[in-house]
């Protein structure tokens, strides 16, 4: 390997890392997966991203004990955040290109019709449990930067370092490679273990979402973003609409991946859109994917969106959940999974695709 790669090589393959190799054929609006559940209609549903299956079962503990479908998936989701070893998340999260982790989270309650939301929060393991005062404790929906991190300490919540030592090793092989136009000498990566080999941007997320028996859904999106991003970039995750969007009288639909297309199409809350036409969840996610496809082949070349044959060159997730439990989930390039616990089962699903990965 080479022990040094150029700024052209970097932006040339940066924003398909994370993503799959799109080497595949493509093919238009795969058939459903033909997954089922053997829980009965009625009985709570959580679904989450390929990284929340610990999420999922917390969740489910909740709601059957009769807890609120928000407590359920905000408990949830800090498991992953409060993990050092998820380093799409909350503690451990790729930094910025300053080396400064910085975190997006937000959450919505179906039977209330009200979000909440911060962006850009610095030293705050959890932003996803701030998000939620955020919601509860102001009339405001999105709190970004010092002003959020202000609000989180005067709540109560602590300062932290969250940059772990493996997470600022893999920033500082990212900053030793970037260039060999400056004064930075790339480490030895013969010598160095996998996990801390130069790695291009990725970006990663978790996302859940549950109803309860009684048809109560919520939802929660948190992440550190996109790794290496420069300061104050502010991803889908905070964004109602596009990270996240609950609407109590039709489903719940969040995602994960790379966070510019998602916002360029508010496509969360089309994802519920598409369900209140009648779509089936996973019908819905494979739609929204299909319109960013189709938007992305408009997006100006600079940007590098798209592959040589004109499909996204990015990773992108969605997952939905309706009123009537009924789940889905869909990746734009095959090979990505979703937690779903029914009830009686917590397990990995596969998710519909929209493109197949060459393997
Ligand atoms: N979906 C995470 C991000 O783009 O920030």
Redesign the pocket.
């Known amino acids: 390997m080479n022990s040094r790669f150029s700024r052209r090589d970097f932006l040339k393959t940066g924003v398909t890392v994370g993503a799959a190799t799109f080497s595949g054929r493509g093919r238009d609006l795969l058939a459903g997966t033909g997954q089922g559940t053997t829980a009965p209609a009625g009985s709570p549903r959580v679904v989450s991203s390929g990284n929340g299956l610990r999420a999922a079962e917390k969740a489910m503990e909740i709601l059957n004990k009769g807890g609120d479908p928000l407590e359920a998936v905000v408990a949830g989701v800090n498991i992953v955040e409060d993990d050092p070893n998820d380093m799409s998340v909350g503690y451990g999260g790729l930094p910025n290109e300053d080396g400064v982790v910085e975190l ?1 989270a937000s959450v919505m309650d179906g039977p209330t019709h009200t979000s909440g939301a911060v962006a850009s929060i610095r030293n705050i393991k959890n932003p996803s449990k701030v998000a939620k005062l955020v919601m509860e404790r102001t009339t405001h929906c999105l709190l970004v930067g010092k002003g959020a991190l202000k609000f989180a300490l005067a709540h109560g919540f602590k300062k932290e370092n969250l940059l772990t030592d493996k997470a600022r090793e893999a920033w500082l092989r990212w900053k030793e490679a970037l260039s060999d136009r400056d004064n930075w000498l790339p480490a030895q990566i013969k010598k160095l273990p996998e996990d801390l080999q130069p790695v291009m941007m990725t ?1 990663g ?1 978790i996302n859940c979402i549950a109803i309860d028996a009684h048809g109560r859904l919520a939802g929660v999106t948190t ?1 550190s ?2 790794s290496w991003k420069i300061p104050g970039r502010i ?3 905070p964004i109602i609409g596009a ?1 996240l969007y609950v609407d109590n009288a039709v489903g719940a639909a969040g ?6 297309a ?1 916002i360029r199409t508010c496509a969360s809350f089309q994802v519920v859109n598409f369900m209140g036409q009648g779509m089936s969840p996973e019908q819905a996610c494979l739609k929204a994917l299909e319109t960013i496809a189709g938007k992305a082949k408009l997006w100006p070349q600079a940007l590098k969106l798209v592959d040589a044959d004109g499909r996204p060159g990015f990773g992108l997730n969605f997952y939905a959940l309706n009123k009537k439990g009924e789940f889905g989930g869909a990746t734009m390039w095959s090979g990505a999974k979703y937690a779903v616990h029914d009830g009686r089962k917590n397990e990995l699903r596969e998710c519909a695709f929209l493109y197949k990965t060459k393997n």
Do not use: R
Request: aromatic residues 0%; charged residues 20%; glycine residues 30%.
């Open positions: 997006d970006h997320t992440t973003g996109l991803g889908d995750s990270g995602s994960t991946g790379l966070g510019e998602n």
